[in-house]
């Protein structure tokens, strides 16, 4: 009773997801049983109760004192009272006043809440911290006890007691609406219309107030729930309405006196008040897990098909070699397609191309860290010799950390944030290493000096969210070696970084491929991170490798169209090269996964794809060792084309002097 | 740390003061006055008004006020306007009683709600659903009629634990323990099934970051990832809530205690509020609201030990 379980906006994503195919034609809220069974039973109630005086089989006041206490029968279907009054008559006319107070609760929290809500997350900063410093106040108070002495004051006036709750409970409305009117704000739509001069009550009108309805509609929900469960308490207590005018509450009071003779007498009033409060809070669930969108994915996890033998042993340099593999969402679209390279010993493999090509979940199946509900469902991963695809995670968690470690392309949200760097870097050593505590706080500052931290004690010291981005990077390199891994996987592990520490991050991978003789692949969607660090390169274009080999041999004489665009669009200017006047651009995007055609991928944006390109054909031994996708790559190299800029630019601006 | 602390004792302050405030304005803005609640219906109007002169209730509200605060700093809350207890005193006796209640009923639904959250996060499928629904089922129930329900199976069925009556733990420390127990219990019902709730969403909020990923990738055991690094992530929001739990068990105590029969706060309110006891409804709402600002001010101070972000800032 006591409660308020305001909390849920947590969960609560503002933006409206796909809703689902099941019971179309119903509004979306009752889709799920809850929502669904929640709803009636608050219509049936709020119909039964304010039109009882129309139908009841007796008036609240009739009594039967032959038939005192009875069980329910014929005459009285849910029985009698200790004065022989109906029971079912009495119940659903007790409900007349608590749901229409509880209403006037939330009207009131919100009249109050919401525009205070709206005015702080305009008004900004100042606005903004008197209004919530005054609401903690507020919330800070014991309801319950400041109600009973309004109760003691006035009298028990029900709807001016619940007009009191519903001020007091306004600042746990306004606290959860004004998280969700700044993050409404923040979106660039609501700066749009300012520009555009739309007045602020317009704006909040038109653009703020509706995305703020699921979650009001939550809160609105729940916090009916609260005013039914006071509003009981309330007259439990003997302060609701005065006998013979039945309450919910003191039916219930009345009923703890009878629990030695007539324990029958606790379930009509009991049930009536807590189903009511339950499909309140139901209905709010339903209502909110709509906001935060309904994520039932199919957990079918399809048998793998293993590669095939014709693909022959493992070459005898490589220590990882990646053959056919396949990553697709379970019972869903396929991800990754029949991806295969390999990776010598300490040396540095590069995967690019745009995003949504399925480089990351490439990388992220080598750990056997794919996201849930997404698996390899073809291929093999071969780390030495050993297939990593089908081990179980005992087997897996083997190899993590002491042969394959991992960093990420988020340095701030990789590192832990409620523990101090020490122990994210002792805890692992210890566990791999088999170090005392104090031999691994040695070992972490030796590890930290490796990475190229100058100041290995402060830095031990400090916490994550102490640190800047490079330097967390820095960390969570060093954390990737306390197994002494062999392989290191780096998704995009500079994207997120400043320029000037980009360059030193991949400094310190290089050098770490020299001194310890470390392999390491590198995702990035960066030519010039790859042309800097990695001896091959695997291009990937909607999900499958388009073209592979050396990496001087790949970005010297592309032979796919699509690793001529991208080195076409992208920004590098190699050293003593004329800057292009213009970037060349591939139109069009990367076609999701799910809708890849079965020929060439890349044909629907390729400028010198023909019909032949629609069927589809076998990768191209290419680059010595490599390999290409495309059908035409001879005849593409025999008559030398280049994908630039001029040709769109000619195209478009006829005559407009585009120098050549 | 100390700019934290420094700020949840103004807020402290602030809300006793707000209550008082409250409470005041409350009781001095009605038509009501004591005079009439002393001498009841058969006083006439000129009595009425001599009885409040000579309680100063004809005053100027702002040096009522003063007064009033003047006592409140040396700890008199006043007396009785019906029998002329001293109200410090009484509510003094009755404190032990609710915060004995509401504390344990806090920690209970702690201990319960966090395992039972965990418990669905970790373990999801079918036992998932059932907490899920469960404490969704929990939240909503009214504690007064929890409580009945528990009187009639352990107390009157199974004759486990008295129903009604209060021992000191002074007196008997096993006795107090069974003399609270239900009621404890009756409020755990709500409670716990409210941290569930923030539990599990925490903990699966939790399993889902980044950083959890980079232990995975560390061959990090599972248990460790789970009961170290995800749960102390959830622990921070939990003890939040746990926080707001406590006021609202607090009040829910209040109508506990009259189903129970428990000579607490609420007890005290509820005759206060029946009787218009002025001084003594002032006298409730400012002891309560102290309890309340001081347990969660406790609360705070775990949350800084816990957050290193609030530790360090």
């Known amino acids: 009773m006591s409660v308020l379980p305001l909390d849920a906006a947590d969960e609560v994503a503002p933006e409206p997801a796909a809703p689902t195919a099941r019971r179309r034609g119903m509004p979306w809220f009752l889709r799920r049983p809850g929502g669904l069974l929640g709803a009636a039973w608050l219509v049936l109630i709020v119909v039964a109760s304010f039109t009882a005086p129309l139908w009841r089989p007796y008036r609240v006041d009739d009594q039967d004192l032959a038939h005192r206490l009875a069980l329910p029968s014929g005459a009285h279907l849910l029985g009698t009272d200790p004065l022989g009054r109906d029971l079912l008559s009495r119940v659903v006319t007790a409900g007349a006043e608590p749901l229409l107070a509880s209403f006037v609760t939330v009207v009131v929290a919100f009249g109050i809440g919401l525009p205070l809500a709206l005015i702080a997350a305009e008004r900004g900063r100042r606005v903004e911290r008197v209004l919530s410093r005054s609401t903690e106040v507020m919330l800070a108070l014991p309801l319950v006890i400041i109600l009973l002495a309004v109760i003691g004051v006035i009298g028990a006036q029900t709807y001016v007691v619940m007009a009191v709750l519903g001020v007091l409970i306004s600042a746990a409305v306004y606290r959860i609406m004004l998280g969700v009117a700044q993050s409404v704000r923040q979106r660039l739509y609501i700066d749009a219309a300012r520009v555009n001069g739309i007045g602020s009550l317009k704006v909040n009108l038109v653009h703020v107030l509706p995305s703020m309805a699921t979650v009001a509609a939550v809160q609105a929900a729940q916090l009916f729930g609260i005013g039914l469960l006071i509003n009981a308490g309330l007259a439990f207590l003997g302060f609701g309405p005065g006998e013979p005018q039945p309450s919910w509450g003191f039916m219930i009071q009345d009923a703890s006196k009878h629990i030695y003779d007539d324990p029958w007498l606790l379930v009509p009033s009991g049930l009536a008040l807590a189903l009511t409060v339950v499909a309140a809070n139901e209905l709010a669930d339903a209502l909110a897990h709509r906001a935060a969108g309904e994520r039932t994915v199919a957990r079918r996890r399809p048998g793998r098909t293993p590669a095939s033998p014709a693909d022959g042993a493992p070459s005898a340099s490589a220590v990882l070699e990646v053959r056919g593999l396949t990553v697709a969402v379970d019972g869903g679209p396929t991800l990754v397609s029949d991806v295969s390279f390999s990776l010598g010993a300490g040396r540095v493999l590069g995967l690019v191309g745009e995003s949504g090509c399925g480089k990351t979940m490439t990388a992220r199946s080598l750990l056997g860290l794919l996201p849930d509900g997404v698996s390899v469902s073809g291929g093999a991963i071969l780390w030495r010799g050993r297939d990593l695809v089908g081990l179980s995670e005992r087997e897996l968690n083997a190899v993590r950390g002491q042969e394959i470690a991992m960093i990420s392309q988020e340095p701030m949200v990789a590192l832990d944030p409620m523990f101090s760097i020490a122990y994210q870097l002792t805890q692992p050593l210890r566990r791999f290493r088999g170090l005392s505590r104090t031999e691994a706080r040695s070992t972490a500052v030796e590890l930290l000096e490796q990475v190229g931290i100058v100041d290995p004690a402060r830095v031990l010291k400090s916490f994550p969210h102490q640190l800047s981005g490079g ?99 992208n920004p590098h200017v190699p050293e003593g090269a004329a800057v292009p006047v213009r970037l060349a651009s591939i139109a069009g995007a990367v076609p999701p996964p799910g809708s890849w055609p079965s020929g060439c991928r890349f044909a629907s944006r390729c400028r010198f794809a023909r019909d032949e390109c629609r069927k589809p054909f076998p990768a191209l031994p290419a680059h010595g060792s490599g390999s290409v996708r495309c059908i035409r790559v001879d005849e593409l190299q025999r008559e030398q084309v280049t994908w630039d800029a001029d040709a769109v630019g000619a195209e478009l601006e006829t005559g407009a002097g585009v120098p050549a | 740390m100390l700019a934290y602390i420094g700020r949840r004792l103004a807020i402290a302050i602030a809300t006793v003061l707000a209550a008082v405030v409250i409470s005041f304005l409350l009781v001095h803005a009605t038509p009501g006055s004591p005079g009439a609640v002393v001498l009841g219906p058969s006083g006439t109007p000129a009595q009425i008004a001599a009885k409040n002169h000579e309680l100063g209730w004809d005053r100027p509200l702002w040096i009522q006020f003063l007064d009033y605060l003047g006592h409140l700093v040396r700890g008199d809350l006043g007396v009785s306007l019906i029998d002329g207890r001293s109200i410090g005193a009484d509510l003094a006796a009755r404190l032990p009683v609710t915060a004995s209640i509401a504390v344990l009923a806090t920690l209970l639904s702690g201990v319960v709600g966090i395992v039972l959250g965990v418990t669905a996060a970790v373990r999801g499928g079918w036992l998932a659903r059932i907490i899920t629904v469960g404490s969704g089922i929990g939240l909503s129930l009214p504690a007064f009629w929890v409580g009945i ?103 829910g105590s209040v109508i506990i205690e009259n189903l129970f029969a428990l000579p607490g ?31 969660n001010l406790l609360l705070d101070l775990m949350v800084a030990a816990l957050d290193p972000k609030v530790r360090t800032a």
């Open chain 2, 265 to 295: 706060l609420g007890q005290a309110s509820q005759a206060a509020v029946s009787a218009h006891d002025f001084p003594a409804l002032i006298g409730v709402v400012i002891v309560a609201t102290a309890v309340v600002v001081v347990t």
């Open chain 1, 471 to 569: 330097m967390a990077q820095r960390v969570a390199i060093a954390l990737a070696l306390t197994g002494r891994p062999k392989l290191l996987i780096a998704d995009e592990p500079t994207t997120a970084l400043d320029v000037t520490v980009q360059a030193e991050i991949l400094t310190l991978l290089r050098d770490l491929v020299r001194e310890i003789d470390l392999s390491i692949v590198i995702v990035s969607h960066d030519l010039g991170v790859v042309a800097d660090l990695c001896d091959d390169v695997a291009v990937m274009y909607a999900g499958e490798v388009v073209e592979s080999g050396t990496a001087a041999a790949v970005l010297d004489e592309p032979a796919h169209p699509y690793t001529m665009a991208l080195l076409r669009a």
């Open chain 2, 149 to 251: 329900l528990f009187v009639l199976v352990l107390s009157l069925q199974l004759n486990l634990l008295p129903a009604t009556g209060y021992i000191a733990l002074s007196q008997d420390p096993l006795g107090w323990l069974g003399s609270i127990l239900l009621p404890v219990l009756t409020l755990t019902v709500g409670g716990a099934a409210i941290i569930a709730r923030t539990a599990a969403a925490g903990m699966r909020e939790a399993l889902g970051q980044e950083h959890i990923r980079t232990l995975r990738a560390l061959g990090t055991p599972t248990w460790r990832i789970r009961y170290v690094h995800a749960l102390r992530f959830t622990s921070v929001p939990v003890v939040s809530v746990l926080g707001i739990q406590f006021i609202g068990l607090f009040g």
